[in-house]
């Protein structure tokens, strides 16, 4: 191998062997292969149902006669209108105070002494776990202007104030309160990877610590604030479960609520509907695009190149305060809805005449847990949820690493259209999602339909953008040099991926796959069109109870999802906490 | 407009452990530049941020202009925006959302005394912009500069509200060493022309010696020697000091005799030499001898410490040639200027000045990382 | 002689295919009752359900049938005009007993009502002071501010064969009345019914059966048949071409037609049966007082979508 | 074990913009250890990283060892893995969930070649963890250790499957000066040991002198000069590598006549100048010359190119002292070395000595950043 002069040396010229030539387009080829079967097909479907007047499935496309009737009587409807407006409103409003909320919280979690600080930064995740069905429930029960157990309180202690949550006002803080976790995501990333100096450059420079946060460190993390808020804002425009609970009554629709209405109505105007759900797509495509204009050009970049210091300010006796504020919003957000689920399972009927009937335990009783347990599809369904579970946990969660690798890690022609695909549903209102997955799969041949199968690539295709994003995040954090030192090595892609990504990544991918299957298990829209006698799931149960009329059912059932779902992220909690150790270490 | 600091007794724990910060005391006049030098984690961040506040001292006394700004044992902490003070970090930490003009501006907006207009406020940057030549840039962003004029735009915002005390956490550390050496020097004029009082931090010794009116040399959160780069260079207090300051050789021996600061060592096989002393040794003691590289010379033989070696191997070095010599069993490095070696391989007269041979007690630390 | 509920033969090659699969838009928990109970007779028959609301059920079964992937083998559902527009996807059937069905009731010869609910007013016990009596009580000015509840109109069948009732026979402006009184509006009779329970509502028209259950519970609830009339919404249940189990559909439907089924679904559940001759009566039905109102089919179609728009603007319900 | 390294007009455009590397071609003979040097930006890690294979060169071709691993016109392109090179990356890039030992043993687990059984592997890592001198610290995990340390580990990593080739980006820039002299040193010691061939990319002229065998001085993207320390010191191919290098002081002037190499240059009021110039500069250029602050001789009056100046200001450095020194209009940076300065404010002698003065063409890009 010695060589004197590398000049003087004939050339030998290696051919790289076909295979290798091809791996790349291959592996971009599978990706899109399967994010058309995921995604491009069943908007495909959906798109063809909006403007046409036919069941893609049932009329086949031969009898297809484009029309935009549809769009013209969705757009004429003054009805749309308003459900628009009041999507826009409801949503907006959430989103400012979930904003908020997420921004206060991580500034307590990542730049405060606050007692505590590790329960609260967990217990505020809490929400993203609540269906927003349960929450709806429970929010009615808590505020119904009426019978609400908060009224009751009110009325017992003779203070003249009524709460309504059936109400604009209402809507708007529920959203709020639940939705501030998407915002704290990605806010206090942002805001643990700023640098503190920034910050006490401006306490130097004279300014106190109110004018440093507003003129220093919200605008430094202002794309932090824009995704989180516009992640939040169009996952709300997407919920069924809270504006189905709290506005109906008050007789306010969205666009949620008014497409479900469209496809529950006899006849159903699924072909409306769809079209409904395209406008709603389009909605959430002009935020993202509007998100991007707005951050292109500007560069956020923190300057520092050296490792810093976390800073965490020392709030003296105010902590007790920033303390006693998170404990509050967790009271709000975690306490009252369970009191009000728990007390809505146990109670036979939820009439209280006034407060003291709260407190009369002859009107408590296991009847509605014995009913449920009673039903022979209880068990089948809990089964049947854990699987769909685990198999969107995991194809889902390998799917996710696949694409948010490829994404950020490769130089790969066609990761941009992928990045695309996948960002995608998001937009998509579940229970479209299930009507569009009903019309693309259930003609492919073999046995898909019929199986916990569907359902799971339906619940992956659905959460994909969601995972991704958490997943990306986490690459962004492992130092590219890490893997290049590995091909040095003479390790190939896998391999390194193997031994190299994945250990560095753990903490990110257990927290994805738990994401994946908390969502897999709380999704309704998408299960209602997929599910057969054989595989139904919780959710659908939930919503046959909730549908029942039945509150006390549907509280118990919520509480018994509620009990196995916080069992099982107690498990994933403990298996990565030796991975969070690990990767502290990292840091 | 400059005011004295003055640090007494500075003590700093964090957690549990040992002290980041161990009675650390030191003053400076107002208008004089003092710069803390030390290794990694000696402390001297640390130091910096108590006086500026931004860290709370465990015991200790900081004073500036007269004012007492902490003293945690009465319970005094002024909060960091008035204590009058600019810092300059190490990341320079200048705004990337805001323009040049906006950065330096920032601090006159947000000051509670300076309530001045915005007219006024404009001269003020547009002059501080203009002392540090960033006078064409104020309508730049931040983000499109080079790292040297960050450095500069982080320098002009701590200047232009005229602070009574300017604190500087190694702010070269970033930069290649050409950058480096104009920053340096033009930081020494502009802090010199406005007259200001100033603490620096910096782990590099040449920095510090162009910089500082006087250096301090930390080691482990305790203040080894503080005097003026003629002294610590010429008189380091202690071994630590000598090496870490750059005196790279060590000849070991035994104490021969001592007369007032000057002591005789027998180095074994070499002979004796002379060498200057700030302990008190005696006869017996073991001992080594620091002594600069730069201060050999070779192919001269003085009036005392002369000696005949050989060179083992030439490194060139650029602009110096670095000469390994052997003479009696002890090993020396001698570093000589210029772009051409001027002595073969081969035997070779050295000379040792005595007044830059420092004697200590060999307490087994020769060597610092 | 024969069985009521089907030929040995049948039973035995029902026995033998071991199950089937029921699709309904009725309550999952009802339907699991009534499973139950025949199970008690033909336990070796299991039933599997699919549920789903009305609207979507439809659509699910017109797609997997045009996949040809219908799982159906037994179709429960309420709207019979939206089961008339697939008849095409059930095969002839007929019960035993068909000749003691009301033919007014069938809306297909394939298509039978193996339910068969009506319509009752439910009030609030502990809230409502002056129970109401008559379905004109309902327009009294004492029960204003939302008082009373409805389901609203476009909901399904079975509310529209209410509405169509109260203007058919209460008069062309019982709407115009009640509405001015200022209505309550829910989506469908299950919240409603709860809402009832819990107070937030006093008065409301329920299907007895929604609130049979509860008052049997002990819901502070109680529910009354008017005198001027019962409006009542026979089923149209049928055995799809695409079963896979025909013999134990059939037995399936023959023991839900039965006079035994249908006994067992008005006592237990709160139903009311389109049997001309009906084997019991629900708590509170007097024969000789209460009137069933069965609307007339072509009626029920025709009138639908414009009077449905009326009662929309009527009650300010927003489509 | 060592191999020849040759790259042939490299060429490397990202996206539409200007080339990053642009028509870069150099040699690296066995065993020999080549230095990049050039400011920031100039294409000194993409060119290394072409190399590496992580980046696919546009234009151009590498050979390794007499075989092409990169030749894009011809659709050659071997991956890192199959390249047999070694790699230290300026984040050190060990993984923090590994071992010391781990880190050093993954290299040897994962080649094809090498399949050699793991004693055989532990003695290899062992071996190399001694050369690096980590014997102690095998079982640690590797974020326990300091930033020297780490960087050991790095290259222990890299040596230990004893690559034809060890490529190293910059690995000293995030260490303070003492530490890095050390390790440099030390580097350079390693790498003659193994015999191995090297290319090391650096932005510190010091670093350079004393690793490289040969320096390449690189400027957007081109390779202006590849010589021996010596040659790039003492004939810099032109001003840029002169001035980078760190010939600070430069002269206006006219040129009066040339001969061969020699020039004679008129620099108006401080009379004519003799210097050695690269360029073919004719009578009546405007021509600037260059020369080294140390390579002036103060006190000293020489056969040619001798001077009567004053000196404006001393600059005191520790280890050698600056003077400013005024003659004939012209001002010019003179470096003393030693503790004690020599020479006082006033009228002195001074030589620049023809050899080390070069004169060229005066393009108004005098200065480098
Ligand atoms: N916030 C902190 N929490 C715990 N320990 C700290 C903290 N800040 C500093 N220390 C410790 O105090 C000691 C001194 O740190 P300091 O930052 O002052 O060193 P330094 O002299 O500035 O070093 P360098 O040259 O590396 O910046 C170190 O051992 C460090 O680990
Ligand atoms: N991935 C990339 N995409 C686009 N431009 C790049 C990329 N990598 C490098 N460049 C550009 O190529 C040029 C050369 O970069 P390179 O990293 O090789 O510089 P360098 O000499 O190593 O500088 P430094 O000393 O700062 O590390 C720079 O202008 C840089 O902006
Ligand atoms: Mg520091
Ligand atoms: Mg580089």
């Given at each position: 191998m010695t060589a004197t002069s590398a000049a003087a040396l004939p050339v030998t010229t290696d051919a790289v062997p076909v295979a290798r030539r091809l791996a790349v387009p291959l592996w971009i080829g599978a990706l899109l292969v399967i994010l058309t079967f995921l995604v491009i097909y069943p908007l495909l479907m959906l798109f063809f149902g909006a403007i046409s007047d036919s069941n893609p499935v049932i009329?086949?496309?031969?009898?297809?006669n484009p029309s935009l009737t549809h769009f013209m009587a969705v757009l004429g409807n003054e009805n749309v209108r308003l459900a628009f407006f009041n999507a826009l409103v409801a949503c907006g409003g959430g989103t400012v105070l979930a904003v908020v909320i997420g921004l206060a919280f991580s500034w307590i979690v990542v730049r405060t002494n606050t007692p505590f600080k590790g329960f609260i930064a967990g217990a505020s995740?809490?929400?993203?776990?609540?269906p927003p069905l349960v929450a709806g429930v429970a929010w009615s029960i808590l505020?119904?202007?009426?019978?609400?157990l908060l009224n009751t309180v009110l009325k017992w202690i003779g203070v003249d104030f009524r709460f309504d949550f059936y109400s604009m006002s209402g809507l708007i803080l529920v959203f709020g309160f639940y939705y501030a976790p998407y915002v704290y995501m990605f806010t206090a990333s942002a805001l643990r990877n700023m640098d503190p100096s920034l910050e006490e450059a401006s306490e130097v420079s004279g300014a106190s610590a109110f004018t440093t946060l507003f003129t220093v460190t919200f605008p430094l993390i202002a794309p932090a604030i824009l995704a989180g808020s516009l992640l939040s804002f169009v996952v709300m425009l997407g919920i069924y479960g809270i504006p189905a609970a709290l506005g109906a009554p008050a007789n306010i629709s969205v666009l949620t609520t008014y497409i479900f209405k469209l496809t529950a109505?006899?006849?159903?105007l699924y072909n409306t509907a769809a079209a409904v759900a395209i406008l709603l797509m389009v909605v959430t495509a002009i935020f993202v695009w509007a998100q991007q204009r707005v951050l292109?050009?500007?560069?956020?970049?923190?300057?520092?190149g050296k490792a810093f210091r976390p800073r965490s300010l020392n709030?003296?006796?105010?902590r007790w305060l920033t303390f006693g504020l998170a404990l509050a919003y967790l009271f709000i957000v975690v306490v009252l809805p369970t009191i009000a689920l728990v007390i809505a399972a146990f109670?036979?009927?939820?009439?209280?005449?006034?407060?003291d009937a709260v407190f009369?335990?002859?009107?408590?009783?296991?009847v509605h847990f014995n009913s449920i347990f009673d039903n022979p599809l209880t068990m089948i369904s809990i089964w049947n949820t854990m699987k769909v579970g685990v198999i969107t946990a995991v194809v889902g969660g390998v799917l996710a690493f696949a694409i948010g690798y490829t994404i950020n890690r490769t130089q790969a022609p066609g990761r941009k259209i992928i990045d695309l695909l996948s960002t995608i549903?998001?937009?998509?209102p579940g229970l479209v999602v299930g009507v569009a997955y009903l019309w693309a799969w259930i003609?492919?041949?073999?046995?898909?339909?019929?199986?916990i199968w569907i359902l799971a690539l339906a619940f992956v295709a659905r959460f994909i953008p969601d995972t991704v994003k958490a997943l990306s995040t986490s690459f962004m954090q492992i130092h590219r040099e890490l893997e290049e030192a590995a091909w040095i090595c003479g390790r190939g892609l896998l391999s390194t991926i193997a031994t190299i990504m994945v250990p560095l990544a753990r903490p990110g991918i257990v927290a994805s796959m738990t994401l994946l299957f908390v969502l897999s298990v709380r999704e309704l829209g998408s299960s209602l069109f997929l599910y057969t006698s054989d595989t139904t799931v919780m959710a659908v149960l939930l919503l046959d109870y909730y549908e029942g009329g039945n509150v006390g059912k549907t509280a118990a059932f919520s509480l018994v999802q509620t009990v196995i779902l916080a069992v099982l992220l107690g498990i994933t909690t403990w298996l990565s906490r030796g991975a969070a150790e690990s990767s502290a270490r990292a840091g | 407009m400059s005011a004295a600091l003055l640090v007494e007794d500075l003590v700093k724990k964090f957690?549990?452990?040992?002290?980041?910060?161990?009675?650390v005391s030191f003053d400076v006049p107002a208008g004089e530049i003092v710069v803390l030098l030390g290794p990694s984690g000696c402390g001297k961040t640390t130091t910096l941020r108590c006086v500026a506040g931004l860290e709370h001292p465990t015991v200790g006394r900081i004073s500036i202009g007269g004012r007492v700004v902490s003293e945690p044992q009465r319970g005094t902490l002024v909060s960091p925006r008035e204590r009058d003070i600019g810092m300059v970090f190490q990341s320079y930490?200048?705004?990337?959302?805001?323009t040049v003009h906006q950065n330096v501006a920032y601090p006159l907006k947000y000051?509670?005394?300076?309530?001045?207009g915005s007219a006024d406020i404009d001269t003020k940057v547009r002059e501080t912009l203009e002392l540090v030549g960033l006078g064409e840039y104020?309508?730049?962003?931040?983000?499109?500069?080079?790292g040297g004029q960050m450095q500069r735009v982080a320098l002009a915002r701590s200047l232009v509200y005229r602070p009574q005390l300017l604190l500087l956490d190694?702010?070269?550390?970033?930069?290649?060493s050409k950058l480096r050496i104009r920053l340096r020097d033009e930081l020494r004029r502009i802090l010199k022309m406005t007259g200001m009082t100033g603490l620096y931090v910096t782990h590099d010794q040449s920095e510090a010696v162009v910089l500082g009116d006087r250096i301090g040399v930390m080691k482990d959160g305790k203040l080894l020697q503080m005097a003026p780069p003629g002294e610590i260079y010429n008189?380091?207090?202690?071994s630590f000091v000598a090496n870490f300051t750059g005196a790279a050789n060590v000849l070991k021996g035994k104490v021969l005799e001592r007369k007032g600061e000057q002591a005789v060592i027998d180095l074994g096989a070499a002979g004796r030499i002379e060498a200057w002393t700030p302990q008190p040794l005696v006869a017996g003691d073991n001992a080594h001898v620091a002594l600069r590289a730069e201060n050999i010379r070779l192919g001269e033989r003085g009036p005392a410490n002369s000696f005949t070696g050989r060179v083992i191997e030439r490194r060139y070095q650029g602009m110096q040639t670095i000469y390994d010599v052997e003479f009696g069993g002890q090993r020396v490095e001698v570093l000589e200027l210029g772009t051409a070696a001027r002595h073969n391989d081969g035997e070779v007269a050295l000379t040792l000045p005595p007044d830059s041979c420092w004697a200590y007690r060999d307490e087994g630390q020769a060597t610092v990382d | 002689q024969q069985d009521p509920f089907g030929s040995k033969e049948l039973i035995a090659a029902a026995e033998k295919e071991g199950g089937l699969t029921l699709y309904t838009a009725d309550f999952a928990e009802t339907q699991q009752e009534v499973i139950k109970e025949f199970n008690k007779r033909f336990p070796k028959i299991k039933v599997a359900m699919v549920r789903a609301p009305g609207g979507q059920l439809i659509t699910r079964i017109k797609t997997e049938a045009a996949a040809d992937?219908?799982?159906?083998d037994v179709v429960n559902h309420s709207d019979r005009g939206l089961m008339l527009e697939i008849a095409?996807?059930?095969?002839d059937y007929a019960p035993p007993?068909?000749?003691?069905?009301?033919?007014?009731?069938?809306?297909?010869?394939?298509?039978?009502?193996?339910v068969t609910l009506g319509w009752a007013i439910a009030y609030n016990t502990q809230l409502?002071?002056?129970?109401?009596?008559?379905?004109?009580?309902?327009?009294?000015?004492?029960?204003?501010?939302?008082?009373i509840g409805q389901v609203i109109g476009p909901s399904g069948g079975t509310t529209w064969t209410r509405i169509m009732f109260e203007r058919q026979?209460?008069?062309?402006?019982y709407w115009k009345k009640q509405a001015e009184l200022g209505i309550a509006l829910y989506p469908s009779g299950a919240p409603l019914s709860d809402a009832l329970v819990r107070g937030e509502v006093s008065i409301a028209p329920l299907l007895y059966n929604i609130i049979y259950t509860k008052i049997v519970e002990g819901a502070p609830a109680e529910a009354i048949f008017a005198p001027e009339g019962v409006p009542i919404v026979p089923y149209a249940d049928g055995v799809t071409?695409?079963?896979?189990n025909p013999n134990a559909a059939k037995l399936f439907m023959n023991w839900r037609l039965s006079k035994e089924g249908q006994t067992f679904m008005i006592n237990k559940l709160g139903n009311i049966t389109?049997?001309?001759?009906?084997p019991a009566y629900p708590k509170g039905w007097d024969p000789k007082t209460v009137k069933v109102w069965v609307p007339k089919f072509d009626e029920f179609s025709k009138l639908r979508n414009s009077w449905m728009e009326e009662w929309n603007k009527t009650y300010g319900y927003r489509q």
């Open positions: 009329d086949g496309f031969g009898k297809f995740m809490i929400p993203l776990f609540v505020g119904s202007p009426k019978t609400g109505w006899s006849p159903p292109s050009g500007r560069s956020f970049a923190t300057v520092a709030l003296g006796p105010w109670r036979r009927f939820l009439f209280f005449k006034d407060f009369d335990t002859k009107a408590y009783s296991w549903p998001v937009a998509i003609g492919l041949p073999g046995g898909l339909y019929g199986t | 957690g549990t452990g040992k002290a980041a910060v161990d009675g930490a200048v705004w990337p959302h805001m000051r509670r005394k300076n309530t001045s104020a309508q730049r962003p931040v983000t499109s500069l080079s190694e702010p070269l550390s970033n930069l290649d008189r380091p207090a202690d | 992937k219908l799982g159906a095409d996807l059930f095969q007993n068909a000749a003691d069905y009301r033919p007014d009731a069938l809306v297909s010869p394939k298509l039978w009502p193996g409502v002071k002056n129970a109401p009596k008559t379905w004109m009580d309902l327009t009294k000015p004492e029960y204003k501010n939302k008082q026979v209460l008069g062309e402006d071409k695409a079963s896979k389109s049997l001309k001759e009906p």
